[in-house]
């Protein structure tokens, strides 16, 4: 990251704008309307001032200065939200930033992958943790609009469907939360005891931690594997054993590296060929 970037950073220039009140009723006022008429999501100043409740043209045009290119866009119909703007407005409506009561434990039907032991899940402090008593750990963040008005059940369903997303992300490359670059080598080395490998991002130094098995679930082929025999592989939390189990990992080359994942299902056999950035090179049954 360069100098620029890093000072930018440190001194919260680009949250600078959405320090006052009036220049988030105005984000708020433009995506009410966005959300009422997404055909026409423009306003105009006097109407904007108006539903914003401003009478000082002046002062409120400063305000607008501070929104416009970064998070407004100012049209000739009108101002309305940039992409930056609804991202904005998105992490507040999800209420990313605010905290909700903690949530369980409660026992899930699943028993741990790794060591059998019995698994339970609590919510508390916008992370879904899933663990058993060995600290064996499966957990996403969540923001608190994700777990309003759901049981702790349903809210696992939505961080199955999450960790699933971000898995893919970071499987290509792309970090799942501020999609900078992640780079893969994997080492020998991480595949001993728990077949899982690490890599993190270097622009936020976010860690992942992925499972091997997690960069073919998604491929076409496996998927198909997976329902020849009853099981939707694209529904099932990170945690369930069959996941685990029926998988064995093996290096097949060290030089480059290449790695065999082999999935066996009722006494059938599919084997994929990883390379070392954890590319599925070839797909066998």
């Known amino acids: 990251m360069n100098e620029g970037g890093d000072e930018q950073f440190i001194s919260g220039a680009a949250f600078e704008p959405l320090s006052d009140e009036t220049r988030l009723r105005i984000l708020h006022t433009l995506a009410k309307q966005y959300r009422e008429d997404p055909t026409n999501p423009t306003m105009g100043f006097g109407e904007l001032r108006k539903m914003v409740g401003r009478r000082d043209s002046g002062n409120f045009n400063y305000h607008l200065d501070k929104l416009r290119g970064r998070f ?44 059998g032991s ?91 931690e992925v499972p091997v098995a997690a960069a073919i679930i998604n491929h076409p082929d496996v998927v198909a594997f997976y329902a020849d025999h009853g099981v939707d592989v694209r529904h099932r939390p990170l945690w369930a054993p069959l996941l685990w189990n029926a998988v064995t990992i093996d290096v097949a080359q060290e030089e480059p590296l290449e790695l065999s994942v082999s999935v066996q299902l009722e006494g059938e056999e599919l084997v994929a060929t990883l390379d070392n950035s954890l590319d599925v090179r070839s797909v066998k049954r």
């Open 72 to 115: 407004l866009e100012d049209t000739d119909d009108g101002y309305r939200l940039s992409p930056a703007g609804h991202e904005v407005i998105s992490a507040v409506v999800a209420g990313t930033y605010d905290d909700h009561e903690p949530l369980g434990p409660i026992e899930l039907p699943e028993n741990c992958p790794l060591c």
């Open 118 to 208: 019995i698994m339970t899940a609590r919510y508390e402090s916008g992370l879904l943790r899933v663990s058993c008593e060995h600290d064996h750990q499966f957990r996403n963040t969540l923001p608190r609009r994700a777990v309003e008005d759901r049981s702790l059940e349903e809210i696992i369903r939505v961080m199955t469907i999450k960790t699933q997303q971000d898995l893919e992300r970071v499987v290509e490359g792309i970090c799942p939360r501020c999609y900078g670059p992640v780079d893969w080598d994997v080492d020998m080395t991480e595949l001993v005891g728990v077949p899982e490998v690490t890599t993190q991002c270097s622009r936020c130094g976010t860690v992942a």
